[in-house]
């Protein structure tokens, strides 16, 4: 029976992580686009100079380790969402991406879907089980 409580943890995690990834996708792009401005201005300075290679060497690897960063934060969202819409129940569906995509409370997704608050958790237990991750 712990078996089944931790694949269900594990599950309600990996469901989880999708909100704090797209703050962290977020950042990681606005930041990779403040460096790529920065590094057009930092080069267009550098190449009056000689000896500044290694300077562009340390930005152009700083930007590369952001873009892998962001590439894997998308795919693991993608991935996310892809186990969720090859669920059969809609439902079950819903439930998942209204709470875990979406953002919404379960209150929210009681009165969205017109179904009880108990009914919601019901879904949303069963639909855990039934996610594949």
């Known amino acids: 029976m712990n078996g089944n409580i931790e694949i269900i943890d594990q599950k309600k995690a990996f469901l989880q992580s999708y909100q704090a990834l797209i ?30 290679g290694q300077v562009e060497v340390e930005m152009l690897d700083i930007c590369s380790c952001l873009r892998e960063q962001l590439r894997e934060k998308n795919q693991i969202c993608k991935r996310i969402v892809k186990n969720v819409s090859l669920m059969d129940s809609e439902i079950e569906k819903d439930i998942l991406l ?20 108990r009914q919601v958790y019901n879904i949303h237990n069963h639909a855990l089980k039934h996610f594949s991750m």
């Open 98 to 117: 209204l709470k875990y995509i979406s953002g919404y409370t379960w209150e929210e997704i009681s009165e969205m879907t017109n179904y009880s608050l």
């Open 23 to 52: 703050v962290s996708i977020n950042t990681l792009g606005n930041l990779l686009i403040r460096l790529e401005e920065e590094q057009n201005e930092l080069f267009s300075i550098l190449s009056r100079f000689s000896g500044t």
